[in-house]
């Protein structure tokens, strides 16, 4: 793909707490550290040989990237335009949490060239918020994201949880409404996962999240209110206002490059998958990263069906068969799918319905196998 533009994701793997459920690569660090990881970040990205590659969207994400000074943004950024070719209009995000920003340092953001914020904010419930061990109450979040408009962006998404501990579908309902009333232009709605090895490993937060059946529930739930407040569904857990979707994160599921910096970085660059490995000091001292081949690279075929049905779009029957793939066995393989519900047929693209996306990896699984 040689004329389209790709996208460069820089971790920051450094939080103020570690969260109970949270297996990301992260660490709590202190201010000289995270410089200092800034620094390394810079001779990193300075040494990659990108051959003035165009790049239109670029992603702050960890970790907590609000922890570092703007300043270092700024510098990071730099060096991103220094090695690639970085467009006018290039989507610039940076994750942030609601009790690490003020106006001030919002302002600063926005001068070193963030323009897209993403706040982790979880739930508007102070009570589910406790239990998730997150450092801020909602009124925070309510702050931060009013400080980030009056601080002039005009692209801001928040995080929202589905399924975590004492949650209810009239809490999350109410979750849903009082973000959707910061009238942010983006949400992204996860469910929490139990990861093996985290705080949240436990029986007693086991026993006290809905089953099954309820989270279920939630999602559809939480898929009909964003739509009714104009939030549309375009992938599996995003919703965004017309002309609001992350055009980074769309790369990851349209298969087009990214380049990924930091420790735990992952990325597909010319057909390539790799990662940067999860050690903070052996990054700290290098002059380049090193990456390292992902050992089982999926087959492109597979990989086309696999991430185009997290999208709204979903798949192209014509897409599918320039990769070497069988039509008519997919669609007759999806033709249940279709019949109870779970998928429809656009024109040349089949995708799943909200239903569908709850029994997504069964449906994808099914899909594969008709190909082989
Ligand atoms: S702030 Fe985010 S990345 Fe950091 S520990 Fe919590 S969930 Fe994980």
């Given at each position: 793909m040689p004329n389209i533009a790709k996208g460069v994701y820089i971790h920051v793997p450094f939080c103020r707490r570690k969260c109970p459920y949270c297996d990301f690569y992260s660490v709590v660090a202190d201010d000289e550290t995270i410089h200092n990881y800034a620094l390394a970040l810079i001779r990193n990205i300075l040494s990659f040989n990108a051959c003035g590659e165009k790049v239109d969207t670029v992603y702050f994400g960890g970790g907590t990237p609000s922890l570092m000074s703007p300043e270092d943004v700024a510098k990071i950024l730099y060096a991103v335009s220094h090695t690639f070719t970085l467009c006018n209009n290039a989507e610039i995000t940076l994750e942030a949490n609601p009790c690490t920003v003020d106006l001030n340092k919002l302002c600063a953001f926005k001068q070193a060239g963030?323009?897209?914020?993403?706040?982790?904010?979880?739930?508007?419930?102070?009570?589910?918020?406790?239990?998730?061990?997150?450092?801020?109450?909602?009124?925070q979040a309510e702050l931060a994201v009013i400080n980030a408009q009056n601080a002039g962006f005009t692209n801001i998404s928040c995080d929202l949880?589905?399924?975590?501990?004492?949650?209810t579908l009239a809490s999350l309902k109410e979750s849903v409404h009082r973000l959707a009333s910061l009238k942010i232009q983006h949400i992204s709605a996860y469910m929490l996962k139990i990861e093996e090895g985290t705080a949240y490993d436990c029986d007693s937060v086991r026993n006290s999240v809905a089953d099954d059946d309820t989270v279920s529930d939630m999602y559809l739930l939480m898929c009909r209110e964003l739509e009714s407040l104009g939030y549309k569904q375009y992938e599996i857990s995003n919703f965004a206002a017309k002309g609001?979707?992350?055009r980074h994160n769309l790369k990851y599921w349209q298969g087009t490059d990214y380049i990924g910096f930091g420790p735990a970085a992952h990325s597909f660059w010319h057909g390539k998958r790799f990662y940067v490995p999860a050690d903070l000091k052996s990054y700290l001292s290098s002059s380049a990263q090193i990456t390292v081949a992902e050992d089982e690279a999926p087959d492109p075929l597979e990989e086309y069906i696999m991430l185009s049905l997290r999208l709204c779009s979903g798949l192209s029957l014509k897409k599918l068969s320039s990769i070497g793939g069988n039509p008519k066995a997919l669609l007759n393989a999806a033709q249940p799918f279709i019949n109870g519900g779970f998928a429809n047929v656009n024109g040349d693209s089949i995708c799943l319905t909200p239903n569908g996306f709850l029994v997504s990896n069964q449906i994808i699984l099914k899909l594969i196998m008709s190909q082989l």
């Open positions: 963030i323009n897209r914020l993403s706040f982790g904010v979880q739930s508007a419930n102070n009570n589910e918020l406790s239990r998730l061990g997150r450092l801020h109450d909602f009124s949880m589905i399924g975590t501990p004492n949650q609001y979707e992350s």
